[in-house]
């Protein structure tokens, strides 16, 4: 069974300052998603990222898929208070159509 | 320019009901996934279909039945719901390649009591 550890579980911070979410496994993933999922709604996608070492870059937002392609990271720049929700990190296996989801970071950006 | 939709949005049902929740994609999309939200635990799949009258089991299969005659319908019946069961069920639908975008319905709020 693969696992996906997303850390922190929990994130408040003011408006303006930065943040980090970690998204890590002991298997290697052929692709890695980012989610962000509002109160009262389902998950919508940010990014894929599909090669060791990506950077890919959403606005404010980048995302980070590791060389091992076994770990990935959100960094959020200057958050805002439309940044709050929970991000969630699902990782493809091989062929493997099924996503494994983490569990999910709540962040909430304060005014 | 429906998308993918569930019905209904908020159920209460008693323990021992059949109670069936649906979803549907207008995109025709192969793949359609039903996932379980609870506090802790994170997205857990129930079940997934791959094609019409092609369903398997995922991570928590157990007291869920589905069935895909179309393939962009793809209902979720709890056969004898139990207070377990109680949790936020979420469709999805993928076209098919592992970088594709897997688009998520607005998701059915299930209390059993």
């Known amino acids: 069974t693969q696992l996906l550890e997303q850390s922190p579980q929990f994130l408040s911070i003011q408006e303006g300052e930065n943040l980090t979410v970690y998204c890590n496994s002991s298997?290697?993933?052929?692709?890695l998603q980012w989610y962000r999922q509002e109160p009262g709604e389902g998950p919508v996608l940010l990014v894929t990222?599909?090669?060791?070492?990506e950077v890919k870059k959403l606005k404010r937002l980048t995302f980070q898929f590791g060389d091992a392609r076994k770990d990935s990271s959100l960094h959020i720049t200057a958050a805002q208070p439309g940044d709050t929700g929970l991000y969630l990190c699902?990782?493809?296996?091989?062929?493997?159509?099924?996503?494994?989801f983490g569990k999910g970071t709540l962040l909430t950006v304060n005014p | 320019d429906a998308g993918i939709t569930q019905s209904p949005r908020y159920k209460i049902t008693e323990t021992g009901r059949q109670v069936t929740l649906m979803c549907h994609q207008t995109?025709?999309?192969?793949?359609m996934f039903w996932y379980r939200q609870d506090l802790g635990h994170g997205l857990r799949l129930i079940y997934y279909s791959a094609a019409a009258d092609i369903t398997d089991k995922g991570e928590v299969p157990d007291g869920y039945v589905v069935s895909r005659s179309k393939t962009e319908n793809f209902p979720l019946t709890l056969e004898s719901a139990t207070r377990s069961q109680t949790s936020v069920y979420f469709c999805a639908s993928r076209r098919g390649l592992d970088t594709d975008t897997q688009y998520f319905g607005p998701g059915t709020r299930l209390t059993v009591l």
């Open positions: 298997s290697v993933f052929s692709s």
């Open positions: 699902a990782g493809l296996a091989g062929s493997n159509y099924k996503l494994t």
């Open positions: 990222v599909v090669t060791g070492g």
């Open positions: 995109w025709s999309h192969s793949y």
